[in-house]
C-alpha cells in the first residue's frame, strides 16, 4: 500500500507543478496555464502524441485480430505437442525483456533492409502485443462449452457462420481485454521503440525520454497531466463497454418483468 | 416390426478411439414416427451412435443409411436430425428467441416465417412468453424447454435427445418425460432417446435398445424387454432382479436351488445349464406349507407403495421381495410364484435365436 501512495503522490506532484507560473519543480511561484500553452504550441510533441495514438491503434487492432486467430488455431490443434510448442513460443515472447525483443527487431530489420520509421514500429507493437491477446483470448475459448460449436454444426451452420455468430461472440470479453491490454503495452512502450524508431520518427516515451537529458521542461508535466486524464477515460472505456452487455440483460430482465407485473 | 421402410439404417457400423473398440458390429433400423430410446450405462456406447447419426462422429468401418442414402461422409450440418444436447448447448450470446431462430436464420427464411416459427415452437413447449429473456434468466427446465424448441425449429426428420433429462430434479423429470412423448405424438417425428435410467426408457419408448460394451444386447418393446431379458445383463439392468443358476431338466421343467419346478419356456437342450431370473414383484411370501421355497426374512424397507424385503433360503441365496403387507424380521416363511414368473435365460445366446426360440414354442402352443 506504502509504495503505492508514494507513486500517487509523485503522480499528483508532478501534475500541480504542471500549472506552476514557474519553470522548475522547486519551489511553487503561483498558478499559470503556460505550460499548457506551450505545449500546444509545439507542433513537434503535438504531432508526435497523434503518431503514439495512431500507433497504438493500428498495433492493437491488428494485433486482437491476429491473436485471435492464433488462439483459435491453439484451442482447434489436435496434436498435443503442436499445441504445447505453439504455446510454448507465445509465452516465451511474452516473458522475453522488451530490451532483448527491441534489439533483436533492430538487427533483424537491418538484416533485410527495411528503413526504420513508422512502419519498424508498428511492425514491432503488433509482434509483442499478439501474445498478450493470445493469453486473454485462449482462457474464454477453453471456458466455452464445447458443444455450443456442435449445437451451431448440428443447427446447420458452416464453419464461418459457426465463427462469427457463435464462437466469436462468446469469447469477444477475452477479445476486449486483449485488445486494450495491447493499447496500453504499446502506448508506454519505450525499449522496443527505443530501437527500432528513426528517421524522425517517434514516440512519446522516446521523445520524452530524449528531452529529459537536457532537464526536464514543465511542459512534459503538462503532457503527463494530460495523459493522466487520457488514460483515466482509457480505463473507464473500458468498463463501460465491458459490462455494456450485463447491463442491457439487467435493463432487458427489469423491463420483462415490469411488463409481466402489470 | 412392421414393412414399413426404415429411417435409419446402421449397418455393421463399428467405431474405435485409440485401441478401445466404442462400437462393434452395430446393426439396426429405426423406422418413421417412433420414440426409440438407447439404454445403457455409461460408456456403453449409446451416445456414440447418436454422435454417429447426427455427425459429430465418423465410423470406422459399416453404413449409416438415411432414407435409403449413404450419409457416412456427409457433414453434420448436412443432415437432416438435430440434436437436444445433454448440457442444452444454448447460445449464451443470445436470447431465448434468437437461440430458437438460430436454424430457421440459416436457412434463409425471410422476417415473418422465422418470427411465425420461432413462436410455434415455443409455444409448443410453452415458453411463448420467454422470447425476449436472456438464457441466464431461466431455469435448467426452462433451458431444456428451449433447447428442444431450437432443435424442433429445423423440421428434422429424426429428433436425436442425448441424456436430456439427467440434470433435472425427479419431479421436473418426470413432467417432463411425459412433456416429450406428447410432443413426439403430436409431431408425429422420429424421437431417439439415450438414456441410462431404466425406468425413464420404459415409461416413454415404443422401441427400446439396450447396449452394453458396445453391442446391442437386446431389443424390444419395454414389455418384452421387461418380462422377457435375454441375459443377465439385461435382467440385471432393467428392474429389480433375482437371477440363481439352474438347469433345465426338460422342455417345461427348470431345476433350481436344489428343486424341480414347472415353468413356461422351452426349446434348450436337456440338462443345459441355464439362468433364472424372478421379478421381486412376482414373488408372495405366504405360510410356509403354500411355498414353493422356504425363506427367513432377513431386512424390510419401507418404500412407500411397498415393503422391499429381502429373504435368504436354506442354501443360502439372497431373495429380493416386493411385498404389499410388512413382515416379521427373523421369521421364516414359504415363498410363492408362479410357473410363468419364472424366466430363463441361456448363456451366450444370440438374439437371433432369442427370437426364433421364443417364437418356436409360443407357436407350439397354439
Redesign the interface.
Given at each position: 500500500m506504502d509504495s503505492l501512495h508514494i507513486i500517487i503522490s509523485t503522480y499528483f506532484f508532478l501534475v500541480i507543478y504542471s500549472f506552476n507560473a514557474g519553470d522548475v519543480m522547486q519551489g511553487w511561484d503561483g498558478f499559470s496555464l503556460k505550460h499548457y500553452q506551450e505545449l500546444f504550441a509545439d507542433t513537434r510533441i503535438i504531432e508526435i502524441v497523434l503518431n503514439t495514438f495512431v500507433v497504438a491503434l493500428l498495433s492493437s487492432l491488428i494485433a486482437s485480430v491476429i491473436g485471435t486467430a492464433g488462439a483459435l488455431y491453439i484451442y482447434n490443434q489436435s496434436s498435443r505437442t503442436m499445441k504445447d510448442i505453439v504455446l510454448s513460443l507465445n509465452n516465451v515472447l511474452l516473458v522475453s525483456p522488451d530490451v532483448i525483443i527491441g534489439a533483436s527487431f533492430l538487427i533483424l530489420f537491418t538484416v533485410v533492409g527495411f528503413s526504420l520509421g513508422f512502419m519498424s514500429v508498428l511492425l514491432s507493437h503488433i509482434a509483442f502485443s499478439i501474445p498478450i491477446v493470445v493469453l486473454m483470448v485462449l482462457p474464454k475459448l477453453k471456458e466455452m462449452?464445447t458443444?455450443?460449436v456442435?449445437?451451431?454444426?448440428?443447427?446447420?451452420?458452416?464453419n464461418w457462420?459457426m465463427l462469427s455468430?457463435?464462437i466469436l461472440?462468446?469469447i469477444?470479453p477475452g477479445i476486449l481485454a486483449g485488445f486494450f491490454m495491447a493499447f496500453t503495452y504499446s502506448l508506454d512502450d519505450f525499449a522496443v521503440t527505443f530501437f527500432v524508431t528513426g528517421n524522425g520518427f517517434s514516440t512519446l516515451s522516446v521523445e520524452i525520454y530524449s528531452r529529459a537529458r537536457q532537464g526536464i521542461s514543465l511542459e512534459i508535466n503538462a503532457l503527463s497531466a494530460l495523459m493522466f486524464v487520457v488514460s483515466l477515460l482509457l480505463v473507464l472505456t473500458y468498463y463501460f463497454v465491458s459490462t455494456r452487455s450485463q447491463n442491457k440483460?439487467h435493463t432487458?430482465?427489469l423491463i420483462?418483468s415490469a411488463t409481466?407485473g402489470v | 416390426m412392421t414393412e414399413q421402410k426404415p429411417v435409419i439404417e446402421f449397418k455393421k457400423v463399428s467405431l474405435s478411439f485409440d485401441d478401445t473398440e466404442v462400437l462393434k458390429n452395430i446393426d439396426f433400423e429405426i423406422e418413421s414416427g417412433k420414440f426409440y430410446t438407447l439404454l445403457g450405462p455409461s460408456g456403453s456406447g449409446k451416445s456414440t451412435i447418436l454422435k454417429l447419426i447426427?455427425?459429430?462422429l465418423m465410423a470406422d468401418n459399416g453404413d449409416i443409411i438415411f432414407e435409403n442414402q449413404r450419409i457416412n461422409e456427409v457433414?453434420?450440418?448436412?443432415r437432416r436430425v438435430?440434436?437436444v444436447?445433454?448440457?442444452y448447448?444454448?447460445?449464451?450470446?443470445m436470447?431465448v428467441f434468437e437461440n430458437v431462430a438460430?436454424?430457421p436464420r440459416?436457412?434463409g427464411l425471410n422476417k415473418e416465417e422465422i418470427k411465425s416459427k420461432v413462436y410455434e415452437m415455443l409455444d409448443l413447449v410453452k415458453l411463448r412468453?420467454f422470447a425476449?429473456?436472456?438464457i441466464?434468466?431461466l431455469s435448467g427446465g426452462q433451458q431444456q424447454r428451449i433447447a428442444i424448441a431450437?432443435?424442433l425449429a429445423?423440421e428434422p426428420q429424426v429428433l436425436l435427445l442425448d441424456e436430456p433429462l439427467s440434470a433435472l430434479d425427479y419431479k421436473l423429470r418426470k413432467e417432463m418425460q411425459y412433456e416429450l412423448r406428447e410432443i413426439q405424438q403430436r409431431l408425429g417425428i422420429t424421437f431417439i432417446f439415450v438414456t441410462h435410467d431404466q425406468e425413464e426408457a420404459l415409461a416413454m419408448s415404443d422401441w427400446i435398445f439396450v447396449m452394453n460394451d458396445g453391442v446391442i444386447q437386446q431389443n424390444g418393446t419395454p414389455e418384452d424387454i421387461y418380462d422377457e431379458p435375454i441375459n443377465h445383463f439385461v435382467a440385471d439392468f432393467i428392474g429389480e432382479s433375482n437371477i440363481v443358476e439352474g438347469s433345465m431338466r426338460s422342455d417345461y421343467l427348470v431345476h433350481f436351488v436344489g428343486k424341480d419346478f414347472e415353468n413356461v419356456d422351452a426349446g434348450m437342450r436337456a440338462n443345459e445349464r441355464v439362468e433364472v431370473v424372478l421379478r421381486p414383484e412376482d414373488l408372495d411370501l405366504v405360510p410356509i406349507d403354500e411355498g414353493k421355497l422356504v425363506v427367513t426374512i432377513e431386512t424390510q424397507s419401507f418404500r412407500g407403495d411397498f415393503y422391499e424385503i429381502t429373504a435368504i433360503d436354506d442354501d443360502g441365496n439372497e431373495w429380493q421381495v416386493q411385498a404389499t403387507n410388512s413382515a416379521t424380521i427373523g421369521e421364516r416363511v414359504g415363498l410363492f410364484f408362479h410357473p410363468e414368473d419364472i424366466h430363463i435365460m441361456r448363456f451366450n445366446e444370440s438374439e437371433d435365436d432369442f427370437d426364433a426360440r421364443l417364437e418356436s414354442y409360443e407357436d407350439d402352443d397354439e
Open positions: 462449452n458443444s455450443l456442435a449445437a451451431a454444426k448440428d443447427l446447420g451452420a458452416n457462420q455468430r457463435v461472440p462468446v469477444s440483460k432487458t430482465r420483462t409481466e | 447426427s455427425g459429430q457433414p453434420a450440418e448436412h438435430n440434436t444436447f445433454q448440457n448447448a444454448l447460445f449464451p450470446n436470447n438460430f436454424g440459416l436457412k412468453e425476449n429473456r436472456e441466464d434468466e431450437r432443435a429445423n
